[in-house]
T-cell receptor, first 113, second 109 residues
Framework: DAGITQSPRHKVTETGTPVTLRCHQTENHRYMYWYRQDPGHGLRLIHYSYGVKDTDKGEVSDGYSVSRSKTEDFLLTLESATSSQTSVYFC????????????FGNGTRLTVT | GDSVTQMEGPVTLSEEAFLTINCTYTATGYPSLFWYVQYPGEGLQLLLKATKADDKGSNKGFEATYRKETTSFHLEKGSVQVSDSAVYFCALHKAPLVFGKGTRLSVIA
């Protein structure tokens, strides 16, 4: 398995609180991604990174921010969590932007009450 | 824009039945196509891929052929097992990746 660790694996938080999810990789891949998975929607891209300090928005980026200060770490922050952000969040990595497969972490299940 | 359409599930089959999960795509150019599988409680894993027209990807008894003329990449398996129960995602490798919504497969003994 590709070396991808997501933390925490589960989190319950209250509406309005900030939340940070962490993705750590040991593969030295350039590209890192955050997706959310919801029933009926499949996987939707939140943000992705193409290098240290280089990030871009995906299709559902509102309410989320990201940071990548080191190659191996990609953080996803919900500045003020809302119930609509209850979801399973997946981190993925790849060594190319096109053509190479993504390797996924095991996900973080976030519940916002 | 680029998009992927998969047949909606859930799909329920008996063990040893033949499986087809349809996937069609809309894209500019000729991107690589992938099938991913997600087992319960896990992230997605690459199942197979095809990088150009008429390529056939295969793995674990699953196959899919990149059909440019029909813009399709249907997943097939001749004899499913209970252990194949999972969610299957078709994906288009553009920048960045475009996923279908997934098809849940349940195989009963």
């Amino acid at each position: 398995d590709a070396g991808i660790t997501q933390s925490p694996r589960h989190k319950v938080t209250e509406t309005g609180t900030p939340v940070t999810l962490r993705c750590h990789q040991t593969e030295n891949h350039r590209y890192m991604y955050w997706y959310r998975q919801d029933p009926g929607h499949g996987l939707r891209l939140i943000h992705y990174s193409y290098g240290v300090k280089d990030t871009d928005k995906g299709e559902v980026s509102d309410g989320y921010s990201v940071s990548r200060s080191k190659t191996e770490d990609f953080l996803l922050t919900l500045e003020s969590a809302t119930s609509s952000q209850t979801s399973v969040y997946f981190c993925a990595i790849s060594d190319l932007l096109e053509g190479s497969p993504l390797h996924f972490g095991n996900g973080t299940r976030l519940t916002v009450t | 824009g680029d998009s992927v359409t998969q047949m909606e599930g859930p799909v329920t089959l008996s063990e040893e039945a033949f499986l087809t999960i349809n996937c069609t795509y809309t894209a500019t150019g000729y991107p690589s196509l992938f099938w991913y599988v997600q087992y319960p409680g896990e992230g997605l894993q690459l199942l197979l891929k095809a990088t150009k027209a008429d390529d056939k990807g295969s793995n674990k008894g699953f196959e899919a052929t990149y059909r440019k003329e029909t813009t399709s990449f249907h997943l097939e398996k001749g004899s499913v097992q209970v252990s194949d129960s999972a969610v299957y995602f078709c994906a288009l490798h553009k920048a960045p990746l475009v996923f279908g919504k997934g098809t849940r497969l349940s195989v009963i003994a």
